[in-house]
């Protein structure tokens, strides 16, 4: 039985905070006359090139040295890639059996309310199979080193805030319950923790510098594909200009800037 030591719980803690973000952004339409449109791509923008400056600058060179421990430097590289592009096939593979929709966020008419009822349902199911994989990352990035999973979990939580909008906004106007919208996002972030736990329960006991180096290689190849694939695509939809551009490597240096600061 894998134990829950000191730094365990602090994973759990900060997974668990990324998770809850999604609550933030379901107060942007609790408050939505108050709502900064803008914000949202920026938002995303910036998340997506934090993650990816992380996964290839620190997590996938974590992977290649824990994996040259047992292997050698060459064979490392090598797993630590295999790895990386099972992470992108593993994010592919679930887009393709629970695709991940993105709803507009602005229905006209009211004959579109039981059309938003299912779609709310299947929006806050997709988003909380993908938030799965997402707590994993979180969960064991911090496990290894609190100075690498602390600025990746920001980079979460961030993109979590959009996906909080995303499931809040049909149950709101499915419903007309702002309630049920933040309930609903609340649900959805806690499948991060839960996802933490889960990974943790079955990887716990065998626990290695081996294992360490795949799991991280998975975590960065998929947090590169769900930023390509989803976070700058959808702020480019929706910012304006080189928004995105400037967001994305204002997100890049903040990572690198955690990065040097914290080493």
């Known amino acids: 039985m894998p134990e829950f030591s000191p730094a365990v719980l602090v994973a759990l803690g900060v997974t668990l905070a990324a998770g809850l973000s999604t609550v ?14 803008r914000l949202l791509p920026l938002a995303l923008a910036f998340a997506g ?7 290839l600058v620190e997590i996938l060179p974590k992977a290649a040295l824990s994996l ?6 060459r064979g490392g590289y090598a797993l630590a890639t295999l790895a990386f592009f099972a992470g992108v096939a593993l994010l592919v593979l679930l887009d393709r059996l629970v695709p991940n929709p993105h709803p507009d966020t602005h229905p006209h008419s009211d004959a579109e309310r039981e059309h938003l009822a299912r779609l709310s349902l299947l929006t806050a199911a997709a988003i909380t199979a993908h ?15 609190p100075t690498l999973g602390a600025p990746l979990a920001v980079a979460i ?20 319950s702002r309630g049920k919208a933040v309930g609903a996002a609340l649900l959805s972030g806690l499948a991060e923790p839960l996802g933490a736990l889960l990974g943790y329960l079955v990887l716990g006991p065998f626990l290695s510098p081996s294992l360490f180096g795949v799991v ?22 929706h910012a304006k200009g080189h928004d995105t551009a400037y967001a994305m490597v204002a997100g890049m240096a903040m990572l690198a ?3 040097v600061l914290f080493r």
């Open 257 to 259: 800037a955690s990065l």
């Open 68 to 73: 040259s421990d047992a292997h050698g430097d």
């Open 131 to 145: 938030n799965l994989p997402e707590g994993l990352a979180t969960f064991f990035a911090t496990l290894e080193s």
């Open 24 to 37: 933030l952004g379901a107060a942007f339409v609790v408050r939505a006359d108050q709502a900064r449109p």
């Open 216 to 237: 991280f290689g998975v975590i960065a190849g998929a947090m590169v594909y769900l930023a390509l694939d989803e976070l700058l695509p959808a702020a480019q939809r």
């Open 49 to 55: 090139g934090a993650m990816v400056y992380v996964s």
């Open 157 to 176: 939580a961030l993109h979590n805030i959009p996906e909080g909008v995303s499931i809040a906004v049909p149950v709101f106007y499915a419903t007309g």
